[in-house]
């Protein structure tokens, strides 16, 4: 089973005013399960995970129905600030649902402060009671941060989105791998293999990637890592197929066991996928 571990979906007629999204055109639409579907057949890919795309209860609600209707959504995790008062709630609310795996999000605050955000800590420390994952969406800047919170929260399964987001327009990446070799150290660390176009066009992408991809491997290893595409924000970069394509030559040479665990495997038993 091939398991792609990063979707976004959206109705535009009610997402439009999220800021993020004003600056980019081609996105002005929605993109809903059905829209991708075609992109999974073409590249043999059985099931999707949707990754939030905004902090609302509303739109975690729809994104678990999302989930509950279309057979090839098998998990979600959704968005949150850690510090707001009903999330407890909001968590006994989304459980009720078993597509419920995981949000989003991190502390409040630079990150030299978030183990001082007692609200956070106390959050997370739920979600790890829970059995819930954390998606990080982070610079190099807070790895020394969330190297705390995996030390903090040992049992929470935390993974850092799109490849633990390489600064390579900004060519900072020596110092990025710097900052993200030491947090190997913490087994509750995984990495979304993704993002090869998002982060490269209009260049080439193998070139520019596969110094990042080496790395990750190096360091983390297949048995941490599951490819996710990224759609269908990758689409500023180009298409879906080739997004995939990209990702799976920069894959170095696996077993079989590696590879399937990079392409779904492991997704499988992280996000628990149905």
């Not at 999707?48 to 090839?72: D, F, K, P, T």
Request: net charge negative.
């Amino acid at each position: 089973m091939i398991i792609d571990t990063h979707l976004h979906f959206w109705d535009w007629a009610t997402y439009s005013k999220h800021a993020w999204v004003q600056d980019k055109p081609l996105l002005h639409r929605s993109f809903l399960p059905p829209d991708v579907k075609p992109h999974f057949d073409a590249c043999g890919v059985d099931k999707g995970v949707i990754i939030e795309a905004g902090v609302s209860h509303e739109l975690n609600l729809w994104w678990l129905e999302l989930a509950r209707q279309y057979e090839y959504v098998g998990a979600a995790v959704l968005g949150c600030r850690l510090e707001q008062p009903d999330l407890f709630d909001w968590f006994d609310q989304y459980g009720e649902s078993d597509y419920f795996v995981g949000m989003r999000t991190s502390p409040v605050g630079p990150p030299d402060s978030w183990m001082d955000n007692t609200a956070a800590q106390n959050s997370l420390a739920e979600m790890a009671r829970r059995g819930l994952v954390l998606d990080l969406l982070v610079g190099y800047q807070a790895f020394a941060a969330v190297a705390q919170l995996a030390a903090a929260h040992p049992n929470l399964p935390m993974i850092l989105d799109h490849c633990a987001n390489p600064p390579i327009r900004a060519q900072q990446l020596d110092a990025w791998a710097a900052a993200l070799i030491p947090l190997a150290a913490y087994p509750n660390i995984h990495i979304k293999y993704s993002s090869a176009l998002l982060y490269t066009y209009p260049e080439p992408a193998a070139p520019l990637m596969q110094p990042v991809v080496d790395l990750l491997f190096e360091h983390f290893g297949p048995a941490r890592m599951m490819w996710g595409s990224n759609w269908p924000v990758e689409l500023l970069g180009g298409a879906y197929e080739d997004a995939f394509m990209v990702m799976q030559q920069a894959t170095p040479t696996l077993s079989a066991d590696e590879y399937e665990g990079l392409y779904g495997n492991n997704a499988a038993q992280f996000y628990k996928v149905q």
